[in-house]
C-alpha cells in the first residue's frame, strides 16, 4: 500500500496476534502507516524502528475531557506517549477524539490546544500535528459535493476547530465510509458505485426527474426489448414514445420505467376530439391494456401542434381525461399536450413572457384545463434553436451552460447564468398571465445535435446535456427545485426528416455506444416521502389494489401497521420501501419476553419476505404508554439478535414515539426528553444506527392552542417566523420546530447522531378545529414539498410518512381521526395532491 495510505488497527477481539506479530505483518505487506485507537504501550513499543507512519488517539471522550480541563495532563500524555517513543517510533498525527458527538464536541478545540502547546514545549509542534476524527454526518447538504456545509448546530464547534488546524497546518481526520451511505440507501445509490467499480454513468443518476425521449425514424435501431434494457443497464427511469407503440409498451412491462405516451399525429388528436367513444377505445386499448405494469405518467395530446390545429387540443384533451375518468386512472395518469417555445412571445426578458395573442384564445383553457386537472404543461425548450438563430446576441456558454454570462431580468430581479432556465421561466411568466400560476412545467424535450449543422458538434453537445441533467435538481430561479426534463434523444435517428441535425440529437449511436461521453455524478437524493397505509376500515380496496395505486402516483414508501399476510405478499419485488410495525403493545411485551419470542417473530414475519419485500424499518411499538415502555428498549435487542441470527443486516429496529415524550417544546433548543427510558432508547439506536421514528403532528398541536398557533404556520403556508434564540435559528412552519425540537432532545440524551424520521403526519380534512379540505391539503402538499430540505437545525433530505392513505371508517376516537385520509375507499383522491413536487 505505501504512499500514503494505512490500516487501522484495532485491537477489540480475544483471538488477534501479538502486536509484534501484527506489525510484522504490516511490514510484509508494505503498509507503510497505521492508526492505534489509544496509546497502547505493547504496539508502541513493537513500533520502534519499524519505519510505520502511526495516528495515535488519545482515548476516548473521558480521555478527551480530561486533557481539556488540565494543561499538565496534556503536557503528561505527551510525555509517557510520544516522547517516550519518539523518534523511533514515527508519530504522525494525534487524534483527540473519535466521533464525538454533539454533547462532547465542546471539549475538543480545548484539548487539542492543550496538547499542541505540550508539544511546543516538547520542540514536537513541528514534527507531530494534533487535529480530531469526525464522521460524516457533521456535514450536511452533502449531495451535490460542492454544496457540502458543517451542520449549523455543530458550527460553533467545527469552525474553531478548522481554523485552529488551519493556523497549525494540520489535516482534518475524517472516517469515510460509503458502505453505510449505500446501506442505508441501496436504492439510490449503485453499488458500482459505492465500491468504485465501472458503469454507474450519469444517466443512472436520471431517475426521478430526468428521462429520455425514444425516437425510432431510424432503419438500424436495436429492437425495443434491447432499448429497455439499456435504459435500466443507465439507469435512465423515465421515456417519452411518441405514439402507442405496442412493442415498446410490451417491453416496458414490469421494468419500473415511467412514460409519456403521445396520442399520435394531428389526425390523431382530430379523431379523439371529435369523438368521446374514440377517446374511450383509446384508453382501452392503450392505457388500460398495459397498466400497471407499465407506469403510464403523461398522456400527451399533440406534439407542437400549429396555431391551424390548435382548436383540437383541448376538446381532445377532455374526453381523454373523462376516459381516464371513466377507467378510475385520472388520479394517476395525466393528459397534457405539448408546446414548441414559439408559442411564447417577448420571451426576454423571462418575466414578460406571454402567449402569443393568435394562440391566446387556444392556450389560456388549456391552461385552465391543466390547473383543475393537476397536470402539469408540456414544454420543449431548445437553447440549440434560439442560438443557431440569434449567435450574434446569444453566447454560446451561456446556451450551453457554461460559466462566463450572467443576465438579470430587471422586472423580476432574477438572474440567469443559462439560457434554459431563462426560456422555462418565460413559459412560467406567460403561464401567470394567463391565470394559471400554479401550473408546472415538465421539459418534454430538450437537446442540442453533435453533428450536422452551425454549433452542432460533440463538445457542445455534452456540455449542453450534461448541464440540463446538473440544472434540473435545482430548476429555475423563478421555481426552484425539481424540475421534470427529457432529454431529446436517445439514439442518432437515420430517418428524422428536416435538416441534417436532426439526425444528430442522439445521446446513443445505433450500436448502443454513446455518441460522446458523460461525466459520472452520483445519484441525486429522492424525495423520501411515504404514505402510511392504515386498513382500519370496512370498504377498503384490497391490498394488491394499494399496492398498485402506490405504484401508479410514485409513492415509494409505506408504513404499514402489523405484519399483514397480503399485503406483504401484494408488496413483493413492487419496490417500494416499508416500516413494518410488529404490532400492539401485547407483541411489544411478547418480544420483550424472551429472545427465542423474538427469533419465532422474524422467522414467520420477516424471512420469509424479506428482500422480495423492501422492509427498512421495523416499529417495535407505535406510541406505547405506561408500564410496556419499559419493554421497548428489550424487545428492540431481541429483534435486533434475531435478524442477525437470521443473517438479515439491512433492516433497522426503532420504536415510534409520539410528540408528548419530549418536554419543553418550546424553543425547540430546549427540547428533552420527559421520560428516563427514553434516554436508553436514544443511546441504543446511537449504537445501531437506527433513527428514532417519531409521529409529528402539527394539527393537533394547533387544535390544542389556536389561539397562539397560527394556522399559517401550522399549515407551510408563508407569513409567520418564529425566531429560537437558544440556537439562533429561524422557524417558518411548526413541523421543522417540532423535528429540531426532537433532535434537541436526542443530543441532551448523548445521541446527537441519531437521525429522526417521521413516521407519521397529517392534517385531517373534516370532523373537527381546522379540519378541511383546504387546510389538508395546505398542510400536506407542504410537506411533500418541504422534505427534501430539511429542518433549520438539520437541513438536507428528510424522510417522512404522511399518515394516511385512506379515510378509514372504522377507526375509533375523535370522529376527526376517521378523516386524515389521502383519498376514499373508491380510489378516488379526497384533494388533489402532486407528490411529484
Not at 459 to 464: G, V
Not at 793 to 813: D, H, L, S
Request: with cysteine.
Amino acid at each position: 500500500m505505501g504512499g500514503a495510505h494505512g490500516v487501522c488497527y484495532g485491537v477489540v477481539g480475544n483471538n488477534l496476534p501479538s502486536r509484534s506479530e501484527v506489525v510484522q505483518l504490516y511490514k510484509s505487506k508494505g503498509i507503510s502507516a497505521m492508526r492505534i485507537y489509544y496509546p497502547d504501550q505493547e504496539a508502541l513499543a513493537a513500533l520502534r524502528g519499524s519505519g510505520i507512519a502511526v495516528i495515535v488517539d488519545v482515548g476516548d471522550k473521558g480521555a478527551v475531557a480530561n486533557l481539556a480541563n488540565n494543561p499538565s495532563a496534556a503536557a503528561d500524555w505527551v510525555r509517557n506517549n510520544v516522547q517516550a517513543y519518539w523518534p523511533s517510533v514515527f508519530i504522525r498525527y494525534i487524534a483527540v477524539g473519535n466521533e464525538l458527538g454533539p454533547g462532547d464536541m465542546g471539549t475538543i478545540l480545548p484539548a487539542m490546544q492543550n496538547l499542541y502547546n505540550a508539544l511546543v514545549s516538547a520542540g514536537l509542534s513541528n514534527s507531530i500535528k494534533v487535529s480530531t476524527a469526525v464522521k460524516m454526518d457533521v456535514i450536511t447538504n452533502s449531495f451535490p459535493p460542492s454544496h457540502g456545509v458543517f451542520r449549523p448546530d455543530l458550527q460553533r464547534f467545527i469552525v474553531p476547530i478548522a481554523q485552529f488546524l488551519a493556523n497549525t497546518m494540520s489535516p482534518l481526520l475524517v472516517n469515510v465510509y460509503p458502505y453505510f451511505a449505500y446501506r442505508d440507501n441501496p436504492r439510490d445509490i449503485p453499488l458500482n458505485y459505492a465500491t468504485f467499480q465501472p458503469g454507474t454513468t450519469l444517466f443512472e443518476q436520471m431517475g426521478a426527474v430526468n428521462g429520455v425521449c425514444y425516437g425510432v425514424l431510424g432503419d438500424n435501431l436495436p429492437p425495443r426489448s434491447e432499448v429497455v434494457q439499456l435504459l435500466k443497464s443507465q439507469g435512465i427511469g423515465a421515456m417519452r414514445i411518441y405514439y402507442p407503440d405496442k412493442e415498446a409498451l410490451d417491453a416496458l412491462r414490469g421494468s419500473g420505467i415511467a412514460i409519456i405516451v403521445d396520442v399520435g399525429d394531428s389526425g390523431a388528436v382530430a379523431n379523439l376530439a371529435s369523438n368521446p367513444s374514440a377517446a374511450g377505445d383509446w384508453v382501452r386499448d392503450n392505457v388500460e391494456a398495459y397498466w400497471p405494469s407499465v407506469i403510464i405518467r403523461y398522456i400527451t395530446v399533440g406534439n407542437e401542434l400549429p396555431a391551424g390545429d390548435m382548436g383540437l387540443i383541448l376538446p381532445a384533451m377532455q374526453n381523454v381525461h373523462k376516459a381516464l375518468v371513466s377507467a378510475g386512472l385520472s388520479s394517476s395518469i395525466k393528459v397534457s399536450t405539448a408546446i414548441k417555445m414559439d408559442v411564447v412571445a417577448n420571451t426576454f426578458p423571462p418575466s414578460h413572457g406571454v402567449f402569443r395573442p393568435d394562440v391566446q384564445q387556444f392556450m389560456a383553457p388549456i391552461a385552465r384545463f391543466l390547473a383543475n386537472t393537476v397536470s402539469p404543461l408540456l414544454v420543449n425548450v431548445y437553447p440549440y434553436v434560439s442560438y443557431r438563430e440569434n449567435p450574434r446576441d446569444i453566447s454560446l456558454n451561456y446556451a450551453t451552460f457554461q460559466p462566463g454570462t450572467t443576465v438579470r431580468d430587471s422586472d423580476s430581479g432574477l438572474t440567469y447564468t443559462n439560457l434554459f432556465n431563462a426560456m422555462v421561466d418565460a413559459v412560467y411568466a406567460a403561464l401567470e398571465k394567463a391565470g394559471t400560476p400554479n401550473v408546472r412545467i415538465a421539459v418534454s424535450e430538450t437537446g442540442w445535435p453533435s453533428a450536422g449543422g452551425f454549433a452542432a458538434t460533440a463538445e457542445n453537445a455534452m456540455n449542453h446535456n450534461q448541464g440540463v441533467i446538473d440544472n434540473v435538481k435545482n430548476g429555475t430561479p423563478k421555481r426552484p427545485g425539481p424540475l421534470e426534463t427529457y432529454v431529446f434523444a436517445m439514439f442518432n435517428e437515420n430517418q428524422q426528416t428536416g435538416d441534417e441535425t436532426r439526425r444528430h440529437f442522439g445521446l446513443f449511436n445505433p450500436d448502443k455506444t454513446p455518441a460522446y461521453p458523460i461525466t459520472p455524478y452520483p445519484r441525486p437524493a429522492v424525495q423520501s416521502i411515504g404514505v402510511c397505509y392504515g386498513m382500519v376500515g370496512n370498504d377498503l380496496p384490497s391490498r394488491s389494489e394499494v399496492v398498485q395505486m402506490y405504484v401508479s402516483l410514485g409513492i415509494n414508501r409505506m408504513r404499514i401497521y402489523n405484519p399483514d399476510r397480503e399485503a406483504l405478499d401484494a408488496l413483493r419485488n413492487s419496490g417500494i420501501d416499508l416500516i413494518l410495525d410488529a404490532g400492539g403493545f401485547d407483541t411489544v411485551s411478547y418480544l420483550a419476553a424472551s429472545s427465542s419470542n423474538a427469533a419465532s417473530w422474524v422467522h414467520d414475519n420477516i424471512s420469509p419476505y424479506y428482500p422480495a419485500v423492501n422492509i427498512k424499518y421495523i416499529a417495535v411499538g407505535n406510541e406505547v404508554v405506561g408500564g410496556t415502555t419499559e419493554s421497548i428498549l428489550p424487545a428492540m435487542r431481541n429483534v435486533n439478535s434475531a435478524l442477525a441470527a437470521a443473517g438479515i443486516g439491512g433492516i433497522k429496529v426503532s420504536t415510534a414515539v409520539k410528540s408528548d415524550v419530549i418536554a419543553n417544546s418550546y424553543p425547540p433548543s430546549a427540547g428533552v426528553f420527559a421520560y428516563p427510558y427514553m434516554n436508553g432508547i436514544a443511546q441504543y439506536l446511537a449504537s445501531t444506527g437506527a433513527p428514532l421514528l417519531a409521529n409529528v403532528y402539527p394539527y393537533f398541536a394547533y387544535a390544542g392552542n389556536p389561539r397562539e398557533i397560527s394556522l399559517n404556520y401550522a399549515t407551510f403556508q408563508p407569513g409567520t417566523t418564529v425566531r429560537d434564540d437558544g440556537n439562533g435559528l429561524t422557524y417558518t412552519n411548526l413541523f421543522d420546530a417540532m423535528v429540531d425540537c426532537i433532535y434537541a432532545a436526542l443530543e441532551k440524551a448523548d445521541a446527537g447522531n441519531v437521525r429522526v424520521v417521521v413516521s407519521e403526519s397529517g392534517w385531517p380534512s373534516a370532523e373537527g378545529i381546522g379540519a378541511s379540505m383546504d387546510n389538508a391539503r395546505a398542510y400536506n402538499q407542504g410537506l411533500i414539498d418541504h422534505v427534501g430540505r430539511g429542518t433549520p437545525k438539520r437541513p438536507g433530505q428528510m424522510e417522512a410518512y404522511i399518515f394516511a392513505m385512506f379515510n378509514e371508517n372504522q377507526k375509533t376516537g375523535a370522529a376527526t381521526e376517521r378523516h386524515f385520509g389521502l383519498f376514499y375507499p373508491n380510489k378516488s383522491p379526497v384533494y388533489q395532491i402532486a407528490f411529484s413536487n
